[in-house]
């Protein structure tokens, strides 16, 4: 695969993925200076949430992350690792200008170029490009148009640059991401297919505390998944969906699958009933796990209240017995 330097804008990855697709993604970040030991430039490649390579300016080589991927001959690394060394040089330019175009100090300044392509269950794909200045979006692709946008005025002479007739950078970058991009995604997936798409049922467990005499929180765990997209939601008499009061970040567990976790807060009134709803890619429909009244903490008030009658009524009949 022979790439311009143009080209090369195209290398680069972000993260996300959804059910029933897979994604190709890269993160390129270009950094006005070095940091606490790391590097002024890395790219990172992903497929959906499993990373596949890693490049930094500090080593100057392109290596393989997943095991898988060391499939791919020393030729595909040495050709990664040129247009590595290109992206780097690009990136840190643009970097340079912007700080001079802000008129901004000497402080660390960072650009980002993010790029990703999607395969989905039905064939169809998309793909899209966009570059952040300090977090903030700065330029993005109209693949429909091959042009790019500027969303800061600071971004507009680069822009300008990019969309003259000489360039074709955005023809370029649009043909990448709908053809070299889907290539490649094809490929690695037949490299980790078996860790790519394996399925794991989500485990899940419901509780409730007692805040007050009218607020009662509700928790959902689910953990134990893989992949990692998935939907939780509370839902109130089998169809009212609740607002969460916290949904936690969907995290990693050693073992390669995932956890989150969702709450709520309600007033439990008579008669209602409260259910978690997990949707996930392993499962064949919903799972549904319902949250009883009579539980709060592991706790069941009203045994442990008749208990507390029982015992008061048996010590007070003995005490009688025994001044009689």
């Not at 959804?18 to 890395?42: K, M, N």
């Not at 091959?146 to 969303?151: G, K, L, M, Q, R």
């Not at 078996?194 to 409730?208: A, I, N, Q, S, T």
Request: with cysteine.
């Amino acid at each position: 695969m022979k790439m311009t330097p143009l080209l090369l804008l195209l290398i680069l990855r972000v993260s996300g993925v959804q059910t029933d697709s897979h994604i190709l993604q890269y993160y390129c970040t270009a950094v006005s200076a070095s940091e606490f030991g790391q590097p002024d430039f890395s790219i990172v490649g992903f497929i959906d949430d499993v990373q596949i390579m890693r490049y930094m300016s500090d080593v100057g080589r392109d290596h393989p992350v997943a095991n898988w991927m060391k499939k791919e001959r020393q030729n595909y690394w040495d050709q990664e690792t040129l247009i590595s060394k290109q992206l780097e040089y690009i990136l840190k330019r643009m970097v340079v200008k912007t700080i001079k175009r802000f008129n901004q100090t000497k402080e660390i300044h960072y650009c980002q170029w993010i790029s990703k392509c999607e395969l989905r269950d039905d064939n169809s794909t998309s793909g899209t490009t966009y570059i952040r200045y300090d977090g903030r979006d700065f330029i993005y692709l109209d693949k429909q148009r091959e042009i790019w946008i500027p969303t800061m005025y600071v971004a507009e002479l680069t822009t300008q640059e990019w969309n003259s007739p000489g360039k074709r950078l955005a023809n370029k970058q649009s043909r990448y991401l709908d053809n070299d991009c889907i290539h490649w995604l094809k490929k690695f997936l037949k490299h980790g297919r078996e860790d790519l798409e394996k399925r794991v049922r989500p485990e899940v467990k419901v509780w409730g505390h007692r805040q007050s005499d009218d607020v009662t929180r509700l928790q959902c765990l689910v953990y134990g998944f893989h992949p990692r997209p998935v939907d939780v939601k509370w839902v109130r008499n089998g169809k009212d969906q609740l607002p969460s009061d916290e949904r936690t970040q969907i995290l990693p567990h050693p073992d390669g699958t995932y956890r989150t976790r969702v709450s709520v807060k309600v007033a439990i009134r008579l008669g209602e009933t409260y259910s978690c709803h997990v949707n996930h890619s392993s499962l064949e429909e919903i799972l549904i796990v319902k949250w009883e009244h009579y539980r709060i903490h592991g706790v069941i008030p009203g045994v442990v209240i008749g208990l507390a009658v029982c015992i008061g009524a048996v010590v007070y009949f003995y005490k009688n017995r025994r001044s009689s």
